[in-house]
């Protein structure tokens, strides 16, 4: 179930990097005094109180070179095309501006529920200021200081106020979903084409929760699936032309509903950040993930050509060792049927519960294999270990400090883990807790 989006909006410098931050709680976006600094990530997850969702930075949709006004206007249609709940970021310090009056415009035409938020409010004694920012038409504005951290509380529950009603998933724990997610013009469409019309086995077009997506469902072997496109765009233009980070925004609705991502390369272009950076949140996410690299087709191959590819992509994607990698063309349907075989072993993987006993003697033979380290004289400890969850596989490891486990030994233990039981195709959480 894909969780809300909250896009913050505004003109620049009003701090909507540091808005993002505070409510993150983290130190994503760059934040510095000037104009269109923002060149760093604009989507995280966030929570409050028990709502899970997401929140755009705006500011870090670049638009080149276009004019001062209309590259805020572009940002912002960006925003309320992906937002369900927009705040509309305001500078108390220097009251109404006509930048601020051009951004109301747009989101009196948005139909999205707006909530007004002036910043830079450090103090009670500053709290007359809010009072010229009725006049832009968004009912009470909420006075916060993103520098202080105050106010943010009153907004986040505002904000809260107008999430849609969560819609349960209308698929069975038996079907299993996967999306295609890739910058643009890597053949996701294509691809997805190729899938549907292998065998002629669509059974059926339902239209998606995901807002211009159309999962389709799918029986192959007996078995069910729901393909969900990332690939169409709302409407053209050279906003979505030219922002790169913006298919990052269309791939994580998708992200969250899927069992498995499929993270498509373009064989002939080869690999760019953008491709990191979209993998990523895949990763993050905890999915299962397998790299396709299409147009296969296209490149002139010899007997080497393949393991160089397959070389560059692990050097990449160091993040995905885990993810198996399918080499196929969406074009000419070469190497089409290798991939459900492939999506089947990274779903099952990815649900897989391993029995705890087996698990504790691979854990044993592992520090028996690479003593557990010290720290200034104290020896980490592993008692015993045990799993908690899938979708990803999740484990829990019983020591006497998790400070002692440095991030090496916990990816040694991962290692070891995987040598034994496979999880191909998924990633896997180990997490360190003190026995009491």
Do not use: C
């Not at 765009?233 to 922002?243: D, F, I, N, P, Q």
């Amino acid at each position: 179930m894909a969780k809300p989006v909250v896009a913050i909006v505004g003109r620049p410098n009003v701090g909507k990097s540091t808005i993002f931050n505070r409510i993150v709680g983290e130190r994503i976006s760059i934040v510095e005094d000037i104009p269109g600094v923002t060149r760093d990530r604009i989507y995280s997850s966030a929570e409050w109180l028990t709502y899970d969702f997401n929140i755009i930075d705006t500011g870090g949709i670049d638009i080149g070179d276009e004019p001062f006004l209309e590259q805020i206007r572009q940002q912002a249609e960006v925003a309320i095309d992906e937002a369900d709940v927009i705040i509309f970021l305001t500078n108390g310090r220097e009251g109404v501006t006509a930048a601020d009056e051009e951004v109301a415009k747009i989101l009196y035409k948005s139909n999205k529920p707006v909530v007004m938020a002036v910043n830079k409010i450090d103090n009670p004694e500053m709290r007359s200021q809010i009072f010229d920012f009725y006049s832009l038409g968004f009912g009470d504005p909420y006075p916060i200081s993103g520098s202080h951290g105050l106010g943010l509380g009153d907004l986040l529950d505002e904000v809260a106020k107008n999430f849609p009603k969560a819609v349960d998933d209308e698929y069975g724990e038996d079907v299993i979903k996967f999306s295609l997610i890739g910058r643009p013009n890597v053949g996701k469409s294509s691809l997805v084409n190729a899938i549907l019309g292998e065998d002629r086995v669509i059974v059926s077009n339902i239209a998606g929760t995901t807002r211009d997506a159309v999962d389709s469902s799918l029986v192959f072997n007996g078995e069910e699936y729901v393909i969900i496109d990332t690939a169409g765009m709302r409407k053209k233009g050279k906003v979505y032309e030219s922002t790169e980070k913006y298919s990052v925004l269309r791939a994580l609705r998708a992200i969250e509903r899927s069992d498995v991502v499929l993270v498509v390369l373009d064989a002939e272009e080869g690999i760019i950040e953008q491709d990191k950076h979209i993998a990523g949140y895949a990763h993050e996410a905890g999915r299962a993930i397998i790299i396709v690299v299409n147009k296969w087709d296209a490149i002139e191959k010899d007997e080497k050509t393949m393991k160089e590819f397959e070389l560059k992509i692990r050097d990449n994607f160091q993040f995905l060792s885990y993810a198996p990698i399918v080499y196929l063309s969406a074009l000419t349907k070469k190497r089409i049927h290798t991939l459900i075989p492939v999506i089947n072993q990274a779903s099952e993987n990815h649900s897989m519960r391993v029995q705890t006993n087996l698990l504790n003697d691979v854990i044993m033979d592992a520090v028996a294999m690479n003593p557990t380290p010290t720290d200034n004289g104290k020896r980490l400890r592993i008692y015993y270990a045990t799993q908690v969850a899938v979708k990803p596989p999740t484990f829990v490891v019983f020591v006497n400090d998790p400070e002692l486990m440095h991030f090496s030994y916990r990816r040694f233990l991962e290692n070891r883990i995987r040598d034994a039981f496979g999880f191909e195709g998924t990633p896997i959480k180990i997490f360190p807790r003190e026995r009491k």
